[in-house]
């Protein structure tokens, strides 16, 4: 029993040890990603055209495809991803204790979140622009927050989505009541229960949402915004290069739009860039002249491998949410720069 003891303290002080020594800058996640040769995701399950679990066990949506590029370009292969369904309290923990290498479920970017005095996180760029809104079964005849003074609300708990609702019917002076769930799937079930007038989310969730309902044209998303939602991946923070690395694999999604490179052409841009040495940029950008990968810790091609797997940002977008997907959600802020949208990519030099 003594000898049992003194193994236990001895793997603990291990186990801390190896914690300390990422912590205080010793190591990155990006080597520990590298060497497991997997990595871990924390993602919903439940919000279509975002994560969703499909029936055979495969997880899809655009926040999933971010978990695949950022495989594709550690690990050099989109498939080796282990996903971990969150609910919106758990996620911030998960990262803290390093049950997931990746957050990639649906959440906003804001102050609290990000400063060293809050959560701490590091944020990648923005994935989605979002805004907050309102359901509300269209034979209610609702038309605003006027008229949902005194009423139900159906709301996730632990989320920037319940401060919203606060801010905004304190700010009109009106009252209700909160009912709130802790993931969106109990939000949605309290609503179709009638358990609440309406519910609210970010508007691409409620989208999401309607979607599986057996009569979706019978609830409507009202025209009230109640707030922004720049909805990105987050790591721990304190680790700069695993910060950097998943930083640039996003920023790599938007660029290959930019340069029209997509997951059918990579291939013979590749080789048109390996024929043509005055394609300066595109040689950086897919790895033909060396140093950039290098620098983030990743292989120089890491874009390459990136865009054969999950297509560029615009493919990834059109998949699960353009208008022949099941969620079709008007790509509105979240086009490229170019086309009159907030997404862009800085220089890859």
Same mark, same amino acid.
């Given at each position: ?11 603990? /002080? ?48 655009? %926040? ?49 979140? %990000? ?14 622009? %979002?805004? !907050? ?5 269209? /034979? ?122 997509? !997951? ?36 120089? %091609? ?48």
């Amino acid at each position: 029993m003594i000898r049992r003891f003194a193994t236990g303290l001895v793997t603990l /002080s291990l186990l801390a040890t190896g914690c300390a020594s990422i912590d205080q800058g010793g190591g990155s996640r990006l080597e520990l990603i590298s060497k497991r040769g997997q990595l871990h995701c924390g993602v919903s399950g439940k919000i279509p055209g975002f994560s969703f679990l499909l029936g055979n066990g495969r997880y899809e949506g655009l %926040d999933v495809d971010i978990c695949r590029a950022m495989a594709a370009a550690v690990v050099g292969d989109a498939t080796k991803v282990q996903y971990r369904p969150l609910t919106a309290p758990e996620r911030f923990t998960a990262l803290k204790t390093g049950e997931i290498d990746l957050l990639s479920r649906n959440t906003t970017l804001n102050l609290s979140r %990000d400063a060293a005095g809050g959560n701490g996180l590091t944020f990648a760029p923005v994935v989605f622009h %979002d805004g !907050q809104g309102l359901m509300v079964k269209r /034979s209610t005849g609702i038309k605003g927050l006027q008229d949902l003074k005194a009423s139900n609300i159906c709301v996730g708990s632990g989320t920037t989505t319940e401060q919203n609702l606060n801010d905004a019917f304190q700010e009109r002076k009106l009252s209700y009541t909160p009912i709130k769930y802790q993931d969106l799937n109990q939000v949605v079930a309290g609503y179709l229960q009638g358990r609440c007038l309406a519910m609210t989310s970010d508007r691409s969730q409620l989208a999401a949402a309607r979607s599986g309902f057996p009569d979706p044209e019978q609830h409507i998303i009202l025209d009230v915004v109640l707030s922004k939602e720049p909805l990105a991946p987050a790591s721990v923070g304190g680790d700069q290069r695993l910060g950097d690395a998943i930083r640039w694999v996003v920023f790599a999604l938007f660029a290959a739009e930019e340069f029209g490179i997509t !997951q059918e052409n990579v291939d013979s841009k590749l080789q048109q860039a390996k024929t043509n040495p005055q394609m300066s940029s595109l040689r950086r950008f897919l790895g033909v002249d060396a140093g950039l990968g290098q620098k983030l810790g990743l292989a120089d %091609d890491f874009v390459v491998k990136v865009i054969r797997a999950t297509g560029n940002y615009g493919e990834i977008y059109n998949r699960h949410l353009g208008p022949n997907s099941s969620v079709p959600i008007p790509r509105g802020l979240n086009r490229s720069y170019r086309q009159g949208g907030l997404l862009i990519a800085p220089p890859f030099n």
